[in-house]
């Protein structure tokens, strides 16, 4: 299971800190991915980040501003947001899944668990 957390009002320029709560299997067998979906727009890939030790990956729209991170003690991963925009507002979800390849990491389609969405709202 998947629980996911964190979102919530914020001005731009500001700054969150999500997190997805991984229970159930074994969490640094995951890759983890965080996506998002703006009101009428289609669900895009904002980051991922592999099983253990290999690597993290960026959308374009989030690069240098965003930072995905992981701690095994915790059995979380972490979306950091800075520098926030009005065109980041969304649902934010998590996605995990052990078995998915590196040229499948930004397809929704590949993860086969997910948690419910967190709101980000960003006011300009």
């Known amino acids: 299971q998947l629980q996911a957390f964190g979102g919530g009002l914020v001005q731009a320029g500001g700054s969150l800190r999500l997190s997805c709560a991984v229970s159930?299997?074994?969490?640094?067998?995951?890759?983890v991915g965080w996506f998002r979906q703006a009101p009428g727009k289609d669900q895009e890939f904002v980051a991922a980040?592999?099983?253990?030790?290999?690597?993290?990956y960026y959308a374009d729209s989030v690069k240098g501003r965003f930072t995905i991170s992981r701690d095994r003690t915790k059995n979380t991963v972490y979306l950091q947001m800075s520098s926030l925009k009005p065109e980041d507002t969304a649902v934010y979800y998590c996605?995990?899944?052990?078995?998915?390849?590196?040229?499948?990491?930004?397809?929704?389609?590949?993860?086969?668990?997910w948690g419910q969405g967190t709101l980000v709202t960003v006011s300009s």
């Open positions: 996605a995990a899944d052990s078995g998915i390849i590196l040229s499948s990491l930004t397809m929704g389609t590949a993860y086969d668990y």
């Open positions: 159930g299997g074994t969490f640094r067998t995951y890759t």
């Open positions: 980040i592999r099983r253990s030790g290999g690597g993290t």
